[in-house]
């Protein structure tokens, strides 16, 4: 299919944060990778990430937390705002060491700390085959070249081709969305270090502060009935007919919000129980990040979950073959180490995301029926899941790299 054929030992595709993670994850044991991105620049869609102490710590373990850390100020509770009931809930989170900064901050770090040439720009994989003799994967892209890797780590996002051709579902989609955007005052905005959630009829406002200057906020709301994706104005539009009856400081600040960060996301997520049976490696092929577990927004975990995947398995792979890829005598016995590592890999992240996934596909699920007998259930099974706290879900610890 093309003229020109690589060789490589790791092939990382997707060049968002699960992917540069795994990236670094891996360089940082002295083993070598290559990300294939199918955009020509670094993509930071989403505006802002929230991290909680697992996440924290697993950028600790990728050497790059302290940096992370003066880029946003710490945050101290959250508070849950009922408009209609004149009702409020606060929960600290300052052992949570929950912040909020910038995606473009975190995906500009990764890669920085990459080595030169780890990432390739404008490469889209077309087809995936196996090597009859080998077995292992060899990638056509949209160039034209031939790639032929050792290790194939899909970090390709919901629409993973790496998933599709390991046989996993498509995920569902949710019939809510998410907006998301940032807004700067020069003079700086005066909210305290609260992250705020309001709920008014049909929508869900977050608001966290990034530093003394800037905000980001989302929006969880129904999906708007015209296609407004592409059309920053006409999200604001669709968002700001959302939240007319919230507070008029809401209002402000989705109004002189900036444009170029805003982006409406449909809600899309892997079913729990489709979590427990998929097959999540193949030979020496795997999934991570969104690829592997996308879930809904509503516990703020899916970056800070790729980036627990990009620690345990590149821990994994340096168990297996301290050596990288190369290190094997053989393609059989290769074959058979990498297997053992994703295998490893696969069996200790399965139940950790079984249990984010689950968490919030409640919550998605209780804000979408309109039943109230199905709330009542959902609620009682969410109960069981946060026996330590509704923050319990950040209470996880990946290990050391």
């Given at each position: ?12 595709v997707?060049?968002?944060i699960?992917?540069?993670?795994t990236?670094?994850?891996?360089h ?6 290559l ?8 993509r930071?869609?989403?505006a ?5 102490i697992?996440g924290?710590?697993?950028l ?7 940096e ?5 100020i710490?945050?101290t509770?959250?508070r849950?705002?009922w ?8 929960t600290?989170c300052?052992?949570e060491?929950?912040r909020?900064f910038?995606r ?6 990764l890669?920085?700390n990459l080595?030169?040439?780890s990432?390739?720009f404008?490469c889209q994989i ?5 090597d ?5 994967p060899?990638?056509?892209t949209?160039d034209?070249a031939t790639?032929?890797a050792?290790?194939?780590i899909g970090c390709d996002?919901?629409n993973?081709?790496i998933?599709k ?19 700067s005052?020069s ?8 992250f ?6 049909g929508a869900v406002?977050?608001r ?5 200057n800037?905000?980001h906020?989302?929006v969880?709301?129904q999906c ?6 592409k059309?920053?104005?006409l ?5 700001l007919?959302t939240l007319k009856e919230f ?6 600040m989705?109004e002189?919000c900036?444009?170029?960060s805003?982006s409406l996301t ?6 729990p129980?489709?979590l ?7 030979g020496?092929?795997t999934?991570?990040?969104d690829?592997?577990?996308v879930m809904g ?6 970056g800070s979950?790729g980036?627990?995947d990009?620690?345990v398995l ?5 168990e ?7 290190g094997?005598t ?6 058979k180490r ?6 490893k ?5 399965r139940l ?9 596909y409640?919550?998605g699920?209780?804000?979408?029926t309109s039943s109230?007998v199905?709330k009542?259930v959902?609620?009682a099974?969410l109960i069981v ?5 509704s ?5 996880y610890?990946?290990?050391s790299?």
């Open positions: 299919m093309g003229s020109k054929e690589e060789h490589h030992d790791i092939v990382i997707g060049g968002g699960c992917g540069l993670a990236a670094l994850a891996l940082r044991k002295g083993i070598n990778s990300v294939l991105e199918k955009f020509d620049t670094l930071a869609s989403g802002a990430i929230t991290v909680y697992n924290w710590h697993a600790d373990q990728l050497g790059i937390g302290m992370l850390r003066r880029k946003a710490p945050l509770e959250i849950d705002i408009l209609h009931k004149n009702k409020m809930q606060v600290s300052r052992k060491a929950l909020c910038k473009r901050d975190l995906i500009e770090t890669a920085k080595p030169v040439g990432i390739r404008g077309v087809a995936i085959e196996l009859p003799f080998s077995s292992f060899i990638l056509y949209n034209g790639i032929k050792k290790v194939l996002g919901s993973s081709v998933a051709s390991l046989g996993l579902q498509a995920p569902k989609v949710c019939p809510i969305s998410a907006v998301r955007g940032l807004t005052y003079n700086g905005h005066n909210f305290d270090s609260h705020i959630r309001l709920r008014g009829d406002l977050g966290l502060p990034v530093n003394e800037l905000v906020w989302f969880i709301q708007p009935s015209q296609d407004v994706q059309d920053p104005e999200i604001k539009k669709v968002t007919e507070p008029p400081e809401v209002i402000e989705v002189h900036d444009s170029s805003l449909h809600i899309r997520y892997r079913a129980w489709h427990f049976f998929a097959k999540f490696w193949q020496t092929t999934v991570a990040g690829a592997m577990h927004p509503f516990l703020g975990q899916g979950a980036l627990e990009a620690i590149a821990r994994c792979i340096a297996e073959m301290p050596m990288g890829p190369e094997a053989n393609d059989r016995e290769m074959v990498i297997g053992i590592a994703l295998s890999y696969v069996k200790e992240r950790r995301i079984m249990r984010l996934s689950t968490q919030s409640l919550i699920s209780m804000i979408t109230w199905k009542l959902q609620l099974i899941f946060l026996r330590g706290g923050l319990s879900h950040s209470n610890d990946c290990g790299l």
